[in-house]
């Protein structure tokens, strides 16, 4: 009788000792990933999605599955982030990794002349809005009117610049990141100035997109935004050829000015209904600081300095352009003969 007893007393003591270790155990057990990889979590995932992701990509299985032994330690609920392993990372270290960026922030840079689509891209990449919900968002009219713009508009509230922003907002989220972005950057001073200039901030930020297009010459701009402005004062068609590649969906050397479409300036008179691109604040204060001259044209140098010739005579403008295009042929015929 006193060997049964010692006997499951034994047993007992085992069972204590073994279910006290099994966790560590557990815990210990690591991915097989035998190199650095970033492993990304979705704000659409439950715990059962981590799960199968943890199997899948890092090849980690756990008894109970691992999002049993996450809640256990503290981690109940998904948020996004993205983190960067290194090879055999145990279990309790990778539950330490989501807990601790629950709250992942992360920086996005937005650079001067970015197209919609690489706006686009550039937001999708960092923060967990997939690429259909970014577009969705840039069309949506309700959304858009709740930060006082539209789906031509929109970009007046993108300010280039590096923002930290937490992974987990949604489009309206980060929309209003912008706008409380854009806000500050539309401070008294430059109020005043757009006031001087009788222009909206739609108008300026439209005209500073064709600008920030047009040359990478910053000491340009305001000779630049300055013949935009004198044509648009007078009524004169802009003729703007990154209008024309807007319209066509490509930057490239514009050869067809008829394209249908209202961004087209050599059409239409008058401002494109929005901004062409994300413009640069330096374009957007040239168009602000504008000093009264008399251009109405600019033309590329022939020289290919990137730099530009102005002028307020048609006829000599003339001159400049065939200068250029003459140019500019015989350098592609070069091109073409290395082919």
């Known amino acids: 009788m006193i060997k049964k007893k010692s006997k499951q007393r034994?047993?007992?003591?085992?069972?204590?000792?073994?279910?006290t270790i099994m966790p560590f155990i557990v815990l210990l057990s690591s991915t097989e990933n035998q190199s650095t990889v970033t492993f990304r979590v979705r704000k659409t995932w439950n715990m059962d999605s981590l799960d199968l992701a943890i199997e899948n990509q890092l090849g980690l299985t756990l008894p109970f599955g691992f999002s049993n032994w996450a809640g256990l330690l503290g981690y109940s609920k998904v948020k996004p982030c993205v983190l960067y392993l290194e090879p055999n990372v145990s279990a309790w270290s990778l539950i330490r990794k989501l807990r601790?960026?629950?709250?992942?922030?992360?920086?996005?840079?937005?650079?001067?002349?970015?197209?919609?689509?690489?706006?686009?891209?550039?937001?999708?990449?960092?923060?967990?809005?997939?690429?259909?919900?970014?577009?969705?968002?840039?069309?949506d009219k309700f959304t858009l009117m709740k930060h006082n713009v539209n789906?031509?508009?929109?970009?007046?509230?993108?300010?280039?610049?590096?923002?930290?922003?937490?992974?987990?907002?949604?489009?309206?989220?980060?929309?209003?990141?912008?706008?409380?972005?854009?806000s500050k950057f539309w401070n008294n001073g430059r109020k005043e100035k757009l006031r001087e200039q009788n222009l909206t901030i739609n108008q300026?930020?439209?005209?500073?997109?064709?600008?920030?297009?047009?040359?990478?010459?910053?000491?340009?701009?305001?000779?630049?935004a300055g013949v935009y402005l004198n044509r648009y004062r007078?009524?004169?068609?802009?003729?703007?050829?990154?209008?024309?590649?807007?319209?066509?969906?490509?930057?490239?050397?514009?050869?067809?000015?008829?394209?249908?479409?209202?961004?087209?300036?050599?059409?239409?008179?008058g401002l494109p209904p929005g901004p062409i691109c994300?413009?640069?604040?330096?374009?957007?204060?040239?168009?602000?600081?504008?000093?009264?001259?008399?251009y109405l044209y600019f033309c590329a140098k022939s020289d290919f300095s990137g730099y530009h010739?102005?002028?307020k005579d048609y006829n000599r403008h003339r001159k400049n352009a065939k200068l250029f295009i003459t140019a500019l042929n015989r350098e592609e015929k070069i091109r073409d003969s290395r082919k």
């Open 10 to 19: 034994i047993y007992i003591i085992c069972l204590v000792a073994l279910m």
């Open 100 to 139: 601790k960026n629950r709250k992942q922030a992360v920086d996005i840079v937005l650079l001067p002349g970015i197209s919609r689509e690489k706006f686009v891209d550039i937001v999708t990449d960092k923060l967990d809005i997939s690429v259909r919900e970014m577009h969705q968002g840039l069309m």
């Open 151 to 182: 789906d031509t508009t929109w970009p007046t509230l993108i300010i280039p610049n590096t923002y930290n922003i937490s992974m987990s907002v949604d489009f309206d989220e980060f929309m209003a990141k912008m706008q409380i972005e854009s």
């Open 204 to 224: 300026a930020v439209t005209i500073a997109s064709i600008v920030n297009k047009e040359s990478n010459k910053k000491a340009e701009y305001n000779n630049i």
């Open 234 to 269: 007078i009524g004169m068609k802009l003729q703007a050829d990154p209008t024309v590649n807007f319209a066509k969906g490509i930057d490239d050397r514009v050869t067809n000015t008829q394209i249908e479409s209202p961004y087209n300036t050599y059409l239409h008179k």
């Open 278 to 294: 994300i413009p640069s604040v330096e374009a957007i204060d040239a168009v602000l600081n504008y000093k009264k001259h008399e």
């Open 309 to 311: 010739v102005f002028e």
